[in-house]
């Protein structure tokens, strides 16, 4: 094995980069974005939510290829988005990294809302009604009792979307390409590496995303399980 | 202290319609059954629920009119929920200084951890985990947790009630030193009668919605609609010492000996002032003092009124003892075989009375 990792190419070290940095922004946007979507999905009484949660669901079911097209049209330059951003005198965004995370955000927002969702669920709004009898304002409480009561929930959203991420394909070929440094990621460099029929490269950078995957994955349920044991609530 | 509440909330089959004042001083007791809009009410008063078109007023304060919406966290009342509410990822130690924490930097400290430790005797729990505590724990716990918020208004949802027997008569003697001690006014939900009874100076009784009556404990239990759930009276005694297990107690001119209350907190806190707990039914009445019966306790009353009674061959008569309302259930039969009249000198045999 060791000696297998040593023959890895500049390429393939360059869109492993990639692929860590993919995740870690699609991850961290997504934390940011999905907690006060999962939040508002746990309270909310509106007929808007059902709609809301069918949509955050899509990429669960749709083909990747498919929500890459649609994102190809409206970010290439002539799309909505794409030809208003070059009117503003900027870059369109297909094939190009920015482009690629906005895919990526969109692919695997279930991913941290669900797990999110539902260990908000879990908690129930009585310890929020506790602490603001308490004293203490909304950003107090997101602090001193959403994050400890829910780190569980929190950890497993990052976790799975980080994975999640890692192992995307079909949206990023879609929409990225294969652009080495801007959106060649592992997934696509394997397929290039099989296309090109370079089997040896290809299998070790399989291994090491099957192993990582794994390991990842392992880590989650250990985690899962230690919370649902320690779950207060 | 007077809180002033417009609320009207309409769900399904049941509407909430208010628009009271509610003098609050010692325990006020929101008392009515299941489904009849308290918890409702006390959310609506706490912030929690905001209701359209909703207006509370807290003695000068508003705290909501149209768009005026005081937070729950400004509003400086302190909370006990119907179940344990205990903040799990925090050891009781930490759950008690919650509020005092974010408190305690704005507002004067009236109650500091060490008397409210010592009032709650929470010392032997500090450091444990809520869920190592029993129920009855837990809530006294939350209830110092309340009381070092500072606040200017406890508001009690039915905090007894998850609660087995033994923990309620644990934790209800914390609830009468809390009010005896530190002054702050109690609003507490209920449906039992007897711990209202228990605890409260007055009762507001709500029916369907609407808040039927209010006024000093003693003579609301004298509604009919109480009484229904079961006629009993409440007298104020005070305390004239014991001897050999009895404690001597006084009302007015007249006095009485019950057998002297063995609690482990007798002996630390020992009241002067006695509230008696008398059902209707445990209290007899003769036209004469009787010498030859073995009940001891016989009080001279004099009869106010009569009132109807839930079963149709007795009759509830109304009675006053030195100003206080005490009432006795009889059969119509025994009210006309002695002939019974109001205004009339009688003589009133207790029975049985359960002292707080």
Redesign the interface.
Known sequence: MPELFLTLSPQDWQAIRLTLKLCLYTTLILLLLGTPLAWWLSLSQSKLRTAIQAIVALPLVLPPTVLGFYLLLLLGPHGAVGSTLQQLGLNHLAFSFSGILIGSVIYSLPFTVQPLLESFRRMGP??L?????????KL?QLF??VL??CRGGFIVAATLTFAHTMGEFGVILMLGGSIPGETQVLSVLIYDHAEAMNYAQAHQLSLGLLISAFVVLFIVYGLHRRFEREA?? | MMLAVTLTVKRDAFTLQLNNSLPLQGVTALFGRSGCGKTTLLRAI?G?DRHADATVQCSATIWQQGSRFV????R????V?QES?L???LSVKQNLL??FK??AKHIAVQLKPEQVIRLLELAPLLEQA??QLSGGQRQRVALG??LL?QPQLLLLDEPLASLDQQSRSEILPFLQRIANTTGIPILLVSHQLDDVVKLADHLVLMQHGRIHSQGPLQQQLLQPELAAIGAMSLLHAQSQGSNNHLLKLSIGQQQLQLPAPQHANTASYSPTSYRLRIQARDVALSLKPLSDSSVSNQLQVSISGFNIAPHPAETLVQLTLEGQPLQALLTKHSVERLGLQVGQQVYAQIKAVALD
């Open positions: 009585r310890p009604e506790v602490a603001a009898t308490l004293g203490a304002g107090d001193s009792v400890p009561l207060p609530l | 706490a929690l937070p729950v966290h400004q400086r009342i302190g909370m929920f509410s903040l799990p990822h919650y509020g974010r408190l809520p869920g947790r309340a918020s």
